[in-house]
């Protein structure tokens, strides 16, 4: 069954960095665009940022020039690199395939921006 598993969380001051993690597994990695969603306290989920089968990416406003996504074909990973965080980048992120009209979510992984 497709499973995603999402890592590397926690807490971090503003301007700070982390790099998240999502593993893939039951469906051919390689060949689906991957997605990282957010959810902050009080707000709607919002993509952050995604990558097709073929390295595009793209972004949303809010976090150009500061996240970088990127994927690894050959450990069915795909990252987040989030660099000089701010307070309302607080949020759980979740990563999510699209496979046969359906979405697979992970389960998430925290995000706490604060001093």
């Known amino acids: 069954q497709v499973q995603l598993v999402e890592s590397g969380g926690g807490l971090v001051q503003p301007g700070g960095s982390l790099r998240l993690s999502c593993a893939a597994s039951?469906?051919?990695?390689?060949?689906?665009?991957m997605y990282w969603y957010r959810q902050g306290p009080g707000k709607q989920r919002e993509l952050v940022a995604s990558?097709?089968?073929?390295?595009?990416?793209n972004y949303a406003d809010s976090v150009k020039g500061r996240f970088t996504i990127s994927r690894d074909n050959a450990k069915n990973t795909v990252y987040l690199q989030m660099n000089s965080l701010k307070p309302e980048d607080t949020a759980v992120y979740y990563c999510?395939?699209?496979?046969?009209?359906?979405?697979?979510w992970g389960q998430g992984t925290q995000v706490i921006v604060s001093s």
């Open positions: 999510k395939v699209g496979l046969r009209s359906r979405d697979y």
């Open positions: 990558i097709t089968n073929s390295h595009s990416t």
């Open positions: 039951g469906f051919i990695f390689r060949l689906n665009a």
